[in-house]
């Protein structure tokens, strides 16, 4: 084959051609047996096809690199299923949509894509080292722009833009202590825990104090140019998927023991947040789930949180402080990453009061209750199931009306809202039926079936038993239905477990005022008084209100919605769209009910 035909031929390499067409010019100085060689060997088929594989490859790799359209794909079905199940009931096709896309072998193969895609299986060539001295020491320099971004602070010193600075205890040199996820140092990637900053914008920083380096970058503009010795540890932080509800309100600004006010996330109890770090023991980073694309911010962890309310208490409850005094208060008032609060003995004289195990009373006996010390809870999307639904706990103060919205929600549509019948003790009274109002047996009976545990909640009122059976709420909800229940707020914890999966509305009262004008001006029935025949009393409805705080202040974390019965119609609509809400929509749920 001639190196004119190779040349004409379209899928012969070009650079094979070339190669045989320069042989001509060596003819007059090598051998012919050397020539003839060389040409059998670049006009063989076998090696011109190893040449254009190696040539697609190499175009492949450094042209077209095959890459994933979407490494989250998970998340995207996540939302996918949220925006369909408000739409289930308008079509038939986004019905079948939903259930298909709960599939679970439909999210595994997500996962395991996402899994894949995130990872990098290009093969990268290692850096070409620089030669250099022992003795001498890595730099590495980075710029940053700039931006209108909070400045993150950091413990016992002052902020950089996206990350924390401290001295380091042993060398007195200015470190970096955290990256804010989000931030302009984590997007950048090139900055990580434990960089020595020797210079900011040309400005030698040894000898100086993080607040002086605060004034630096305060007095810049536009680019901020870094000198850093990097840290012998790897950089690069990874997300947590961990979503938590917050069980308490938190204000950074009135935090005297936060590292930097600016770097805190500000949350309300019930908010749901996305706790990206917790490589930090005391101060997590999170952001709101409602806000994505926000910058993390510091929230006191689980551990410190524990630890504030139990400082809070034994303040609270010591008389004498001299005698008193613990570790646990030294703990508290101790800023984070001080020794003492970094010691192993502070952990064990600071252990959660156990909670007493005890059968509620319907007298005043909930103070066991305020023992647990409220901080996060782990919640993950709990989507509906067709056909069965979550039962519906209706908690409120005694008297506040929360039966009475049980009652006309069941008469709305009886076949679909329906009510377990609740056992007692007490024996039956005139004009009740046994069956109807309650199953009324005997003491050793209901005692023997409470210690089997075939009761998902019981107490005690006026020395006689009153309950509600296990098997009685499961056969509402095995038969399609959406079961209401009204018990005792202090049936919460009880009533709260993976098996029952409870949407829990707390029925609020209204102030005194509005509860006595509206209640007067509806001639409500005390239901205090056994006859049924006389109106509230100003004590009663004082005790409403009282009953109502208590129950938000001890259990309020617990409620998925709340709502005011300050007008029963209103109170009933707002009933029914958060009994709808809990049908068709996810909702955030305990992590340990959707695993």
């Known amino acids: 084959m001639t190196a004119e035909v190779m040349a004409a031929d379209a899928n012969w390499d070009p650079a094979l051609s070339k190669l045989v067409s320069s042989l001509k010019e060596t003819e007059t100085l090598s051998s012919e047996q050397e020539i003839d060689f060389l040409k059998t060997l670049l006009e063989s088929k076998e090696l011109n096809a190893l040449v254009n594989v190696h040539s697609k490859v190499a175009k492949v790799g450094r042209d077209d690199k095959l890459a994933p359209l979407l490494s989250t794909s998970t ?3 996540l939302e996918v299923l949220e ?11 986004c019905k079948e949509a939903f259930y298909l896309l709960q599939n679970p072998h439909l999210q595994s193969l997500l996962c395991a894509h996402d899994a894949i895609a995130q990872k990098d299986f290009y ?10 001295d022992e003795d001498e020491e890595t730099i590495k320099i980075v710029q940053l722009v700039k931006s209108n971004e909070p400045l993150a602070g950091a413990q016992s010193a002052e902020p950089i833009v996206g990350a924390t600075i401290k001295t380091d205890e042993d060398t ?3 470190i970096i202590a955290r990256i804010m996820h989000g931030g302009a140092a984590d997007r950048s990637g090139l900055i990580h825990v434990g960089d020595e900053v020797i210079e900011v914008n040309g400005i030698n920083v040894e000898g100086k104090t993080p ?6 970058l305060q007095n810049s503009e536009g680019t901020i140019t870094f000198k850093l010795v990097p840290s012998d540890g790897k950089g690069g932080q990874r997300e947590s998927k961990v979503r938590v509800r917050a069980h308490f309100d938190y204000n950074p600004e009135n935090d005297p023991y936060i590292p930097c006010k600016e770097a805190g996330l500000a949350f309300q109890r019930g908010d749901i947040l996305h706790i990206v770090s917790q490589d930090d023991a005391y101060w997590w980073q999170a952001r709101k789930e409602s806000e994505r694309t926000a910058r993390a911010g510091l929230i006191p962890s689980r551990a410190l949180q524990e630890r504030r309310v139990i400082h809070e208490r034994t303040q609270r409850d010591t008389t004498d402080g001299d005698s008193k005094k613990g570790s646990c208060a030294s703990i508290c008032t101790t800023p984070p990453g001080s020794p003492m609060l970094n010691s192993s003995s502070s952990t064990s004289s600071c252990r959660q009061p156990k909670t007493k195990k005890i059968m509620y009373d319907l007298a005043e006996n909930d103070d066991f209750d305020r023992e647990m010390i409220a901080t996060y809870e782990e919640v993950a999307k709990l989507y509906p199931r067709p056909g069965v639904f979550r039962p519906v706990v209706l908690i409120g103060a005694p008297g506040v009306g929360r039966n009475e919205l049980k009652r006309r929600l069941t008469a709305r ?8 019948v609740p056992y007692t003790t007490r024996p039956i009274r005139q004009g009740e039926v046994p069956g109807r109002e309650y199953i009324f047996i005997s003491r050793e ?6 210690s089997a545990g075939k009761f998902i909640e019981h107490g005690e009122y006026k020395g006689h038993l009153y309950g509600t059976s296990a098997e009685s709420v499961k056969s509402i909800v095995n038969a399609g239905c959406v079961c209401i229940l009204s018990p005792h707020y202090q049936a919460i914890k009880a009533l709260r477990t993976v098996q029952l999966k409870p949407f829990m509305i707390h029925i609020k009262p209204p102030s005194f005022d509005v509860l006595k004008e509206t209640r007067t001006a509806s001639r409500a029935k005390s239901t205090f008084d056994e006859t049924n025949s006389r109106g509230f009393t100003d004590e009663e409805f004082q005790d409403m209100v009282k009953h109502g705080e208590r129950i938000d202040f001890l259990y309020g974390h617990y409620f998925d919605e709340e709502i005011l019965n300050d007008d029963l119609a209103t109170a009933l609509e707002k009933l029914v769209n958060c009994v709808q809400r809990a049908e068709n929509e996810p909702l955030w749920a305990p992590a340990s009910w959707v695993q």
């Open 75 to 77: 998340q995207v079905l």
């Open 83 to 93: 925006q369909l199940s408000q739409r289930c009931h308008l079509s038939p096709i």
């Open 123 to 132: 093969p990268h060539l290692p850096e070409i080292p620089v030669e250099m």
């Open 172 to 174: 007195g040199k200015i």
């Open 211 to 216: 607040g002086d380096v605060l004034q630096i």
């Open 413 to 420: 549509d009886p076949e679909k809202f329906r009510s377990p």
């Open 445 to 450: 009976k209901m005692e023997a079936d409470v």
